[in-house]
């Protein structure tokens, strides 16, 4: 019953009228990956970048701190998933309950990515300057006019207006 319920619940998420509502909806994450750098990227080219021992001592406190917070996340996402889900397996969804736990589910979501973004700007913060700039070499980045260009850029096209239906007056 439950393996249905999350079904169910993809199956509204997946809706392609909710997909276009978050098309519209600003991502404040994008671009993140022109300026941050992933920890897996910083511990291969460690050697390269000269990281000293005070640096990766930091860089591995900041690693571990975000997969401690992230497993603790994770179980409170699980949590409010199967509430969100017995919820939705009712025969009669009460609207205002659905939406409160979805209020919740999103918000674990938020305080993951949240948490994944700081553990980046730490990691960027413990880089110098050069080491920040050899390692956007050695990712294939290169900075021109105040923007990242090469391999490691990602174009992102302009979000598409939503085309939804027409509006009729209804004479009132």
Known sequence: MRRHAFLVLGLVLAFPWAAGAQERMPHPEHGLEDFLFPPEIVMRHQRA????????????????????????????????????????????????????????????????????VRALIEIKNVLTAEQQERLNELMGRHREHGGMQGPGHLERPEPMEHQGPERRPTGR
Request: charged share 30%; aromatic share 2%.
């Open 49 to 116: 970048l000269g990281i000293t021992d005070a640096q990766r001592e930091r860089l591995a406190e900041t690693i571990k701190q975000l997969q401690l917070k992230i497993v603790d996340l994770q179980w409170q996402l699980q949590e409010e998933n199967q509430q969100l889900a017995e919820l939705l397996e009712a025969p009669t969804v009460d609207t205002d309950a659905a939406l409160r736990q979805i209020d919740r589910v999103l918000a674990v979501e938020r305080e993951v990515k949240i948490s994944h």
